[in-house]
């Protein structure tokens, strides 16, 4: 019989992505996937640094493993992804619990790692090999699914001054473009319609290995027949260029949206966290994809409470937000990571600032969220469907080609992934509607 698995994913796309290799690796080796705990046989934690906040939900579910490893035996527990190629063997040491820590670039050896395990012997690999073998692993991917992400680089070489992701991960390496086309076409042929783009800064793509471009790229992605929806991410502001840009205008099958993280609006902030563009350039991005895709939407991400951070640098935050009106953003409190520049760096901001802005920005971003919502009432959008609503089974869920999300109520008779739906309602963070004239 099957061994089950059981994998939590606490990071980024990167990550999840990650955890579908494991998947199909540990699948190879006679394991299933299961959602429930209690059902596992191995219990594998992919684990994410950005932030302190993440250290401790890791925490906490490898303290409640140790009660779960004992309830049985023959139960393992592995622990994988950016905290494992940080803490490496010391992780093992100070939790004996844990049988198998594999690093970032390790996961590829997971299969090795959990018969060796087994075999009770010695489990752990955390070398900064530059092994991207696991690249030739298609992660696992539901039945039926529509949507899939697709690696087309791994690593970072920009060390923002706050940012622990290039320690972690290693430098940046780009995905041969043949592989990532092959990867493509065979998951169009399993039925996706939709694939997203994954790197830490995919405007780099290629430079370093002479590869094609990554506007070039796109261009042969946008060729793969089946293929009606492509989006990528993350785009830094600074290696955006004019053509790319173009790329919104040329290729119709590039969703009208663009998570381009800003992390601040003021130019002393930018260049403290080394970011390398200032507020007025970044803007001049956002106009000119406007121009060349009207209509496209925007997120971002942002710190607030770097070192040194002002309230006026603050207000300066709040008026690029006036000015961009984002679809929708991610905001966090600055959050020392050891290694890092900032970390080191003088002018902490007091917690309590930290948090009264962050409080201040995301009421601002929640009226922004609202607005955009609220301008898609009445029209009729193209959804592609993610599965039931988690509300109401009896209605589906799905995005807007600009990334919203949608729950509606389905016209019965119909099955493609694609439905024609009609906004009747918007609320805070989702729209409601009804496919092919049904009423909400
Ligand atoms: N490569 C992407 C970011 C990946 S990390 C980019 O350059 O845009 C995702 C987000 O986490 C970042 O955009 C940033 O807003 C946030 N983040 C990273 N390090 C952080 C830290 N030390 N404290 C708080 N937020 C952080
Ligand atoms: Fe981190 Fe900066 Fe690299 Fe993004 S670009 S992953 S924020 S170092
Ligand atoms: Fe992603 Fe977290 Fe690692 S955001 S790259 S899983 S540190």
């Not at 699914?145 to 940012?163: E, F, H, L, R």
């Not at 290629?206 to 992605?221: D, T, V, Y």
């Not at 509606?408 to 509607?433: K, M, N, T, Y």
Request: aromatic share 6%; glycine share 8%.
């Amino acid at each position: 019989m099957s061994k089950r698995v059981y994998i939590e994913t606490f990071g980024c796309q990167m990550n999840a992505v990650d955890s579908a290799r494991m998947l199909s690796l540990l699948e190879a080796v006679d394991y299933r996937a299961t959602g429930s705990i209690a059902d596992a046989d191995l219990v594998l934690l992919n684990t994410c640094v950005i932030r302190e906040k993440a250290d401790q939900k890791f925490r906490s579910a490898l303290g409640h493993l140790r009660r779960w490893k004992k309830a049985r035996g023959g139960r393992l527990v592995a622990v994988g992804g950016c905290l494992a190629q940080q803490k490496g063997t010391s992780l093992s040491d100070k939790a004996p619990h844990v049988d198998i820590v594999f690093g970032t670039h390790n996961i590829a050896r997971l299969p090795e790692l959990v018969r060796r395990a087994e075999e009770r012997r010695p489990s752990v690999e955390v070398d900064f090999t530059g092994d991207t073998s696991h690249w030739d692993v298609l992660p696992y991917l539901a039945e039926g699914a529509a949507s899939a992400m697709v690696t087309i680089m791994q690593g970072c070489d920009n060390y923002c001054a706050y940012c622990i992701v290039p320690y972690v991960r290693g430098r940046e390496i780009s995905r041969p473009s043949a592989e990532i086309l092959d990867e493509i076409r065979s998951l169009a042929d399993r039925g996706v319609r939709e694939v997203i783009l994954l790197g830490q800064n995919v405007n780099s793509y290629g430079k370093k290995e002479g590869e094609i471009s990554f506007s070039a790229l796109l261009r042969r992605i946008a060729r793969v027949p089946g293929i009606a929806r492509i989006r990528f991410l993350t785009v830094h502001a600074r290696d955006l260029d004019s053509e790319t840009i173009g790329l919104f205008e040329e290729v119709a099958t590039l969703c009208p949206h663009i998570h381009l993280p800003i992390q601040a609006g003021s130019d002393r902030i930018l260049s403290a966290m080394g970011r390398g563009y200032t507020r007025e350039e970044y803007l001049k991005k956002v106009h000119a994809l406007r121009r060349a895709r009207p209509g496209i939407a925007f997120s971002s991400d942002f710190i607030v409470g770097f070192p040194g951070e002002e309230e006026a640098d603050f207000r300066n935050t709040l008026s690029v937000m006036e000015e961009v009106r984002y679809d929708s953003c991610f905001s966090f409190r600055f959050s020392p990571r050891p290694g890092t520049r900032a970390a080191a760096m003088a002018s902490i901001v007091p917690a309590e600032t930290a948090s009264e802005r962050l409080y201040r920005l995301q009421s601002l971003q929640d009226r922004h969220t609202r607005m955009r919502l609220a301008a898609c009432v009445g029209e009729e959008m193209e959804v592609l469907v993610e599965g039931a609503s988690a509300r109401d089974s009896a209605r589906l869920s799905g995005r807007t080609r600009c990334y919203k999300v949608v729950n509606f109520s389905p016209d019965a008779a119909r099955q493609e992934p694609f439905r024609l739906v009609r906004i009747r309602s918007a609320g805070a963070h989702s729209l409601s509607g009804a496919e092919g004239g049904l009423h909400d």
